[in-house]
């Protein structure tokens, strides 16, 4: 949970996952009930995310994240969008909005629309400010 | 008994015109609790895809040109549709889970049926997802966290181990099958009546674990992906010999299951099933049976 906790802070949130269950690293919030026993419980519920060097959150924790108004979050258009799932960073002028939240950095949610595509670090590289990717939901693709 | 002429006329004598060398178009399946039907097609328009609404199917769509990858756009990545064969979105569509429903998907990887059934179900009710192979299941795993699925949990386990107690109020079982040569090309070299056979055997104890499982005025939805009669229409024949349901009628897409050639003579509701012949339906071959449990 201590990773997870730091991940939440860090990203602004207020949320407080509940029923956390752990499967192999992985966390999930469930309180789905099986009507019978059955072994072997690889997944179930609200997949939360797994520990890995840092927390890395699913693409559902990640959505439910966007919806509370405190997250920090950039904002950015179709085209960055892509470069972004492909696992691009983005830079600060193709930002096209941004939460009061989001300083050089911190962590911030990227936001295609009302879509969570992933989230990353706002910081400086080479003399440039960018988000940098720590995680996007082109993720589906890498692990297949 | 085996290769391409010899099934072919088999085919034949159950009534088909198949060539053998019918294709399956490309399809979509719009995820219902993500988004709507019109405004992804809005979008995916408005970056050059051109698709076709199904007209017997709820949110599926053939597509008949996309300019890049639909299995890795940004909205597939974010849970807005699938890519699955245009018969295999039927089975769930004809079972038509419920948001009340505790639901068993006894054969699930990869999950596309999985995250089907719990659009139907509006991400509420449960359902319980297993599979025997590790490998596959990673798949379900993905597409249950792709498409924001949270009523599901996942199991590591052979349907055939669970405990006999009557708790699911529906079951889905697209039951492992010898496949078809629409989706397989080497399909003809490598299949005989012996892997047909083997399979027959096997769909029955799954049929009979299902049934076992489910509350008596559950239903059970049954599907193959096969052509082959001792797969599903011989299967059906058995299941209603040997247990106490009701078949209920299917008026969906394709055609009546057959119960009348040279070489089969079957109960006459067993028509209440349908069989999507590929030259007929444009899709892969598959069968589909629904019953309820007294």
């Known amino acids: 949970m201590r990773l997870l906790k730091r991940f939440l ?8 996952p509940v029923d956390v269950v752990n499967i192999n ?48 979050k950039v904002y950015v ?23 009061a939240g989001v300083r050089l950095g911190g962590y911030c949610l990227v936001m295609f629309g009302e879509e969570c595509i992933g989230y990353g670090r706002y910081e400086t590289s080479r003399d440039l400010r960018v988000v940098k990717n720590l995680y996007d939901v082109g993720d589906f693709l890498r692990r297949e | 008994m085996s290769g391409r002429e010899w099934f072919i006329e088999r085919y034949r004598a159950m009534g088909s015109t198949l060539a053998g060398d019918e294709t399956t178009p490309k399809a979509i399946r719009i995820n219902s609790f993500r988004t709507t039907d019109e405004k992804l097609v809005e979008t995916l328009t408005e970056q050059g895809v051109e698709l076709e609404k199904i007209p017997y199917l709820d949110h599926g769509y053939k597509v008949q040109y ?23 979105q039927y089975p769930v569509q004809a079972l038509l889970p419920t948001p009340e429903d505790r639901l068993l998907d006894m054969a699930s990887a990869p999950g596309g049926k ?40 996942i199991h590591h386990v052979d349907a055939l181990e669970l405990p006999d107690e009557e708790g699911f109020t529906k079951v889905l079982l697209d039951a492992p099958c010898s496949g078809n040569y629409v989706t397989d090309k080497q399909w003809f070299k490598r299949r005989i009546m012996e892997d047909i056979e083997r399979n027959a055997e096997l769909q029955k ?28 229409e011989q299967n059906v024949q058995w299941l209603l010999e040997n247990h106490d349901v009701e078949l209920v009628e299917l008026k969906g897409p394709g055609a009546p299951a057959v119960t009348d050639t040279d070489s089969i003579d079957l109960d006459k509701k067993i028509s209440y099933c349908r069989r999507f012949w590929p030259d007929v339906t444009g899709t892969q071959g598959f069968f589909v049976a629904k019953v309820v449990k007294r």
């Open chain 2, 114 to 153: 999985t995250t089907q059934a719990a659009a139907y179900m509006q991400n509420k009710g449960i359902i319980v997802a297993v599979d025997i192979n590790r490998e596959r299941l990673f798949a379900t795993e993905n597409n249950v966290e792709r498409c924001r699925v949270i009523n599901t949990s």
């Open chain 1, 77 to 99: 258009d179709r085209d960055t969008a892509w470069l972004f799932v492909v696992g691009k960073d983005i830079f600060d002028e193709n930002i096209v909005d941004r939460t």
């Open chain 2, 66 to 88: 996309s300019p890049f990858s639909l299995g890795a756009s940004i909205e597939y990545l974010l849970g807005q549709y699938s890519l699955q064969e245009t018969a295999s």
């Open chain 2, 205 to 232: 104890r799954l049929i009979t674990k299902a049934l076992n499982l489910l509350v008596s005025g559950g239903v059970l939805l049954y599907s193959t992906c096969s052509l082959e009669p001792e797969e599903n």
């Open chain 1, 9 to 16: 802070r860090d990203i602004g949130s207020k949320y407080k």
């Open chain 1, 25 to 72: 690293n992985k966390r999930f919030s469930s309180t789905l009930d099986p009507p019978i026993d059955i072994p072997e419980l690889v997944y179930t519920g609200t997949y939360l995310g797994q520990n890995k060097q840092r927390f890395e959150p699913s693409s559902i924790l990640l959505q439910t994240l966007s919806d509370e108004p405190s997250t920090h």
